[in-house]
């Protein structure tokens, strides 16, 4: 069973950083590369960000290059993602998930609420 629990949501103004965290089990985290995605009320799933189970290579989606970054740290099983230069639009569930050729575990999500 894969487990993914995200922390580090909040309510912060426009301009300001969050760092996102997302836990897994040592095995979740050896065997599947990991990602970011979020969803604002009334729109679709949204990719944001995901990092390779080798670390090495990085992927965003085109509304947040530049102002965020996805990272993991195998020590601790987590994985990342700094969130910079916040915007209003922003404004969403997070959600952490793992998979191999696609993403198939899901967590609970934590909500990002940024004001203007």
């Known amino acids: 069973q894969v487990e993914l629990v995200e922390s580090g949501g909040g309510l912060v103004q426009a301009g300001a950083s969050l760092r996102l965290s997302c836990a897994a089990s040592?095995?979740?985290?050896?065997?599947?590369?990991m990602a970011w995605f979020r969803q604002a009320p009334g729109k679709e799933r949204e990719f944001v960000a995901s990092?390779?189970?080798?670390?090495?290579?990085?992927s965003y989606g085109d509304s947040v290059k530049g102002r965020f970054t996805i990272s993991r740290d195998g020590t601790k099983n987590t994985v990342y993602l700094q969130m910079n230069y916040l915007k209003p639009e922003d404004t969403a569930v997070y959600y952490c998930?793992?998979?191999?050729?696609?993403?198939?575990?899901w967590g609970q999500g934590t909500q990002v609420t940024v004001s203007s």
């Open positions: 040592e095995r979740t985290f050896s065997m599947y590369s």
């Open positions: 998930s793992a998979g191999g050729q696609t993403y198939d575990y």
């Open positions: 990092i390779l189970r080798s670390g090495g290579r990085t």
